[in-house]
């Protein structure tokens, strides 16, 4: 238990690092969500199976707003796995993505890629579109003012075979049963 402790605590500063940079001023809106979705990948535990040589592969659909924001996280390790970004054109094409941020540009699709994700074991569904974690969506990022937050749909990870770390639990802003 200590080891594990003695492990947990460098990441849980370093998310508390991320927050604390993500309320500056100075962050554009986008570069906090690109660090929260890095994170994201960080604190929780797929129980999809796959391991260390195979890679995380973090999905964007649709509008892809963070521009070359996410080109770091390229080829990173997170939880020991490489992150891989990847960009899908059709619907069909998310069945590999561990992680799906669905973009504003798919708002009227939304429903439809939240069943794909869903029919897909494993996969960390996360959004900014309004009402996304009552939609079926894991990870919806919040505005409160000009600080981003996160809100975090605990049934809809566990029906993906997701766990979430109880201290980003702690960390949103809303975690719906």
């Not at 054109?89 to 939304?110: E, H, K, T, W």
């Not at 894991?138 to 409160?144: A, L, S, T």
Request: with cysteine; hydrophobic share 40%; charged share 20%.
């Amino acid at each position: 238990m200590r080891d594990h402790l003695k492990y947990s605590i460098p990441l849980v500063l370093s998310l508390c690092l991320s927050l604390a940079s993500a309320h500056a001023s100075i962050r554009s809106e986008y570069e906090v969500k690109a660090a929260f979705l890095y994170n994201f990948t960080r604190f929780i535990t797929w129980s999809n199976g796959a391991t260390a040589s195979d890679p995380l592969d973090v999905c964007i659909y649709g509008d892809d707003p963070f521009g070359n924001l996410l080109d770091p996280m390229q080829g990173r390790k997170s939880q020991g796995r490489a992150l891989q970004l990847r960009y899908p054109n059709v619907p069909a094409d998310i069945a590999g993505c561990d992680v799906l941020y669905i973009g504003q540009s798919q708002s009227r699709n939304v429903d439809e890629l939240l069943e794909m994700a869903e029919s897909h074991e494993g996969i960390l569904t996360v959004s900014d579109l309004p009402d996304f974690i009552r939609k079926g969506g894991i990870v919806g990022y919040v505005k409160q003012g000009n600080v981003i937050r996160f809100e975090i749909s605990l049934k809809a990870a566990m029906e993906a075979g997701l766990t979430i770390n109880s201290r980003l639990l702690e960390l949103a802003v809303r975690v719906l049963g």
